[in-house]
T-cell receptor
């Protein structure tokens, strides 16, 4: 069975600083990988996804993520954080041949200091 | 805009009193999912419908049931809520389960359930 680990429960960055959120997955083959963001009182919004091809994936709101098979990682990055990026971020893995089920990590809460 | 709507956004119920949460979608997607998300935890899939076919996760308690009367609506019924069922319940949709994991899931805003 697949699993996802987000080692950082909380991260605080200053506005304008760069951001990297870590995600490690466990899966026997090449997974499908997703990053979702959840603002307070809102549902999950898809930021970006990786299925195959270029390992550097661009998403919405200026986010990108890089799939590194050797490290079983899919870290999310943003070069300059805005105060509106404060939210909870979830990494998820989808299994090939497993329908469309997602397994989520426990999330990283991002706080942005002005 | 096409979207996933959940009602109510906040629900308070009493211990043991049945409660129903509602989800509707204007995306005309074939698949609808219900997730449970407890505080500081990952969303956990309870079950999903692929069209009219119901698929229960192995570890979903019998206390949780679901109905999908038509493509647009899906309900989550909790027959006898316990204190441990207090959580955020998220509804999601995707176009096609047979996309084998490549299909994007679209989430509603969630219903936060409080059990007194």
């Amino acid at each position: 069975a697949q699993s996802v680990t987000q080692p950082d429960i909380h991260i605080t960055v200053s506005e304008g600083a760069s951001l990297e959120l870590r995600c490690n997955y466990s899966y026997g083959a090449t997974p499908y990988l997703f990053w979702y963001v959840q603002s307070p009182g809102q549902g999950l919004q898809l930021l970006l996804k990786y299925f195959s091809g270029d390992t550097l994936v661009q998403g919405i709101k200026g986010f990108e993520a890089e799939f590194k098979r050797s490290q079983s990682s899919f870290n999310l990055r943003k070069p300059s954080v805005h105060w509106s990026d404060a939210a909870e971020y979830f990494c998820a893995v989808g299994a090939r041949g497993g329908g469309n089920k997602l397994t989520f990590g426990t999330g990283t809460q991002l706080k942005v200091e002005l | 805009d096409a979207m996933v709507i959940q009602n109510p956004r906040y629900q308070v119920t009493q211990f043991g009193k049945p409660v129903t949460l509602s989800c509707s979608q204007t995306l005309n997607h074939n698949v609808m999912y219900w997730y449970q998300q407890k505080s500081s935890q990952a969303p956990k899939l309870l079950f999903h419908y692929y069209d009219k076919d119901f698929n229960n996760e192995a570890d979903t308690p019998d206390n949780f049931q679901s109905r999908r009367p038509n493509t647009s609506f899906c309900f989550l019924d909790i027959r006898s809520p316990g204190l441990g069922d207090a959580a955020m319940y998220l509804c999601a949709t995707s176009r096609d389960l047979l996309a084998q994991g490549t299909d994007t899931q679209y989430f509603g805003p969630g219903t936060r359930l409080t059990v007194l």
